[in-house]
């Protein structure tokens, strides 16, 4: 089997240390190849908290998990939601048949040198498992050619998203903003020259990274970020003079609070300037509220049938992708899409 060679990334064995009282536990995860090691303490050991703890230890590398083999206790029953949350093959290894998750049984005792049996779990804090994680990871194994499970885990997940890459054809761009928080959020430096070389030496960058693997890359104007408006779009464009930089057209991403009013002529000026770059077009819908908001497309106040007309009318062929809505949404922004288009 491919799992028992370690020939693949994304195969994981799970299984619980207890506390001193057999109260809280750790919930441990190996992956076999790289013997790359997650911890997350639980307050108890009931299928429930098990269960989050894998998934909330696990969703962050949702693409590098294939299957999960536990242990045979009863804290693993929660284990069909545990392969549905995480789109993952869930094994259960015999009873008295710890050999078969050898890789887990060989981390815990690692784990058991910080933490011995007797240890009270209660004592811990998170930056106390958080400092065992980074001794583990940061470890050099004989196994791993004296290199560490971090270094070939995130290496292994390097070339798996290179042939994923490899296989796109467009790559859709957050042209970012100053606040060091979050990406989407305005920033007044966003309008600084400062900024606009930030953004040209990065998207330099990206080019020959484009470059390379045959890719577009799609930016899109959005009123938070760096590229504000068509004008800077156009602006960027002009400057690289590149044909694997394009443009994502998101009507709704146009405006400001104070410019609903002048919806359509914003609408008609952004395609008389961008129409010849647009690679992809979005479809979300725009609340009219201070500071603006964002819905599902037909719920809100953007003028569908004009945004849709210029699409056209620009030659633009491609998908129209839906954002910005919650699964129950879907349906009922696509009727309104097709009833338009």
């Not at 997650?38 to 989050?52: C, F, M, N």
């Not at 060989?106 to 980074?134: C, H, M, S, W």
Request: glycine share 4%.
């Amino acid at each position: 089997m491919v799992v028992e060679q370690r020939d693949r990334l994304g195969n994981w064995e799970a299984d619980t240390i207890i506390s001193k009282g057999k109260h809280k536990a750790i919930v441990t995860l190996t992956e076999r190849r790289t013997r790359m090691t997650l911890l997350k303490k639980v307050d108890d050991r009931k299928a429930e908290t098990v269960k989050q703890a894998i998934i909330d230890l696990l969703y962050p590398f949702i693409d590098q998990t294939t299957t999960i083999t536990c242990d045979n206790g009863k804290e693993f029953t929660e284990h069909i939601a545990i392969a549905q949350a995480l789109n993952a093959n869930v094994y259960f290894a015999h009873p008295q048949a710890a050999w078969e998750r050898v890789t887990n049984e060989n981390a815990n005792g690692l784990i058991r040198q910080y933490f011995p049996k007797g240890t009270d779990f209660a004592d811990l804090t998170d930056n106390d498992i958080e400092r065992v994680i980074l001794r583990l990871n940061h470890r050099p194994r004989k196994c791993l050619g004296f290199s560490s499970p971090d270094m070939v885990f995130f290496q292994e997940m390097k070339v798996a998203l290179i042939t994923r890459i490899q296989d796109t054809k467009i790559l859709t761009l957050c042209t970012g903003t100053k606040d060091p928080v979050d990406k989407w959020k305005y920033h007044p430096d966003n309008d600084t020259i400062r900024a606009w070389e930030d953004f040209m030496i990065s998207m330099s960058r990206l080019l020959e990274i484009a470059e390379k693997y045959d890719l577009k890359l799609g930016m899109e104007p959005e009123i938070n970020n760096v590229i504000d408006s068509p004008t800077k779009a156009l602006k960027a464009i002009l400057e690289f003079k590149n044909p694997r930089l394009g443009i994502i057209m998101d009507g709704a991403n146009l405006f400001h609070y104070n410019e609903i009013l002048q919806m359509d002529d914003i609408l008609k000026r952004a395609f008389e300037l961008l129409s010849p770059y647009i690679i992809l077009a979005h479809a979300k819908d725009l609340k009219n509220k201070n500071p603006i908001g964002y819905c599902a497309a037909g719920k809100g106040v953007l003028n569908y049938p004009l945004y849709i007309h210029l699409l056209k009318k620009s030659n633009y062929h491609g998908p129209l992708i839906l954002h910005s809505l919650d699964e129950d949404e879907i349906q009922s922004s696509k009727l309104f899409l097709e009833s338009i288009i």
